[in-house]
């Protein structure tokens, strides 16, 4: 089985900064991409930032220029570095994870837990 664990969430002033971090774990053969979603109360979770096997990115308009997504192959985590943080950007944030575990041939998507992200002066 693989686990998505997050960490980094919190409470933070308009205008600062955030590292939220998802650890993967298990029986993985490969990933095909890693990334960042969030949601909102009342709203549909949506994308903020992927980042694929190729290191290709991919963020969401609303926080270009504002987050950077990476990644640590060796301990299968990313990072999203969030700064300039503004009030519309508070949302529980999902780590999410397209990957092959080992001895399986099939691409499964897998979601962490969620971590709070509330921006308030």
């Known amino acids: 089985q693989v686990q998505l664990v997050e960490s980094g969430g919190g409470l933070v002033q308009p205008g600062g900064s955030l590292r939220l971090s998802c650890a993967a774990s298990?029986?993985?053969?490969?990933?095909?991409?890693m990334g960042w979603y969030r949601q909102a109360p009342g709203k549909q979770r949506e994308l903020v930032a992927q980042?694929?096997?190729?290191?290709?990115?991919r963020y969401a308009d609303p926080v270009k220029g504002r987050f950077t997504i990476s990644r640590d192959n060796a301990k299968n985590t990313v990072y999203l570095q969030m700064s300039s943080l503004k009030p519309e950007d508070t949302a529980v944030y999902y780590c999410?994870?397209?990957?092959?575990?080992?001895?399986?041939?099939?691409?499964?998507?897998?979601w962490g837990q969620g971590t709070q992200v509330t921006v308030s002066s």
């Open positions: 999410h994870a397209n990957l092959r575990r080992s001895g399986i041939n099939l691409n499964e998507d897998y």
């Open positions: 298990g029986s993985i053969f490969s990933v095909n991409v």
């Open positions: 980042l694929f096997s190729a290191a290709s990115t």
